[in-house]
């Protein structure tokens, strides 16, 4: 079974440029979230989806960063114009949410190792 | 929302030697789970508590809700340089009385095993 699925694994970038972060989630989810982690911050929330609606956005750091979930099995994080402070490992995980059930599982793709010089 | 504090942030330990991770909330949890990553790797589930005072084991693995539900721990025996890596705890988090999914991640206790 295919887990979490992201691309690019590592992508350099100059200051400016525009980053386009992909993910797949596992088949069946209904959630996916993008975290954002670096040594001073730890593991940051900074959107996630439930049946591709946007339900909270308040972690995405500035208007720079957009996400979009067009569809059940493909989700985009974009930065533009990208900066060296936004250099950081991002992950996407996705997770089942059954109504009623206290907790889920968050399903973590290998994340994207993005620097920005 | 809700806040989780974890102790301690680093830990070292000889090979051989105990580590526990603890994660202290001001607020009652419904529940609780545990992650682990590995060094360049990502979050891996291990566990979910959800009744007050549950025990669960994982071999040299062992994790406690408290009476409360305010805390809970993570106690390794007999540390092996495989369980390097970094623990994090992760509460269920609320929007106006629904869970979408969302878990709220301690900040991590990054374990250091010395063979």
């Known amino acids: 079974d295919a887990g979490v699925i992201q691309s690019p694994r590592h992508e350099v970038t100059e200051m400016g440029q525009e980053v386009t972060l992909r993910c797949k989630p596992i088949?069946?989810?209904?959630?996916l979230f993008w975290y954002r982690q670096t040594m001073m911050r730890g593991l940051e929330l900074l959107i996630y989806?439930?049946?591709?609606?946007?339900?909270?956005d308040s972690g995405m750091p500035e208007d720079r960063f957009s996400a979009k979930m067009p569809n059940a099995s493909f989700s985009t994080l974009k930065i533009q114009p990208s900066e060296p402070r936004d250099s950081a490992v991002y992950f996407c995980?996705?997770?089942?949410?059954?109504?009623?059930?206290?907790?889920?599982?968050?399903?973590f793709g290998e994340g994207s190792w993005l620097t920005v010089v | 929302g809700q806040q989780v504090m974890q102790i301690p942030q680093y830990q070292h330990v000889q090979e051989g030697e105990d580590f526990t991770t603890y994660c202290n909330s001001s607020?009652?949890?419904?529940?609780i789970q545990w992650y682990k990553q590995r060094p360049g790797g990502h979050p891996v589930f291990l566990i979910q508590?959800?009744?007050?005072?549950e025990v669960k084991k994982q071999k040299r693995l062992t994790f406690q809700f408290g009476e409360a539900k305010k805390n809970s721990s993570l106690h390794i025996t007999a540390t092996q340089t495989t369980d390097v890596g970094t623990y994090f705890c992760?509460?269920?988090?609320?929007?106006?009385?629904?869970?979408?999914?969302?878990?709220?991640f301690g900040q991590g206790t990054i374990l250091t095993v010395h063979p």
């Open positions: 995980a996705s997770s089942f949410v059954a109504g009623g059930t206290p907790g889920n599982t968050i399903y």
């Open positions: 088949s069946g989810h209904n959630s």
């Open positions: 989806f439930n049946n591709n609606v946007p339900i909270d």
């Open positions: 607020t009652t949890l419904s529940n």
């Open positions: 508590l959800v009744k007050s005072g």
């Open positions: 992760a509460l269920t988090a609320y929007v106006g009385g629904t869970s979408y999914g969302k878990l709220t």
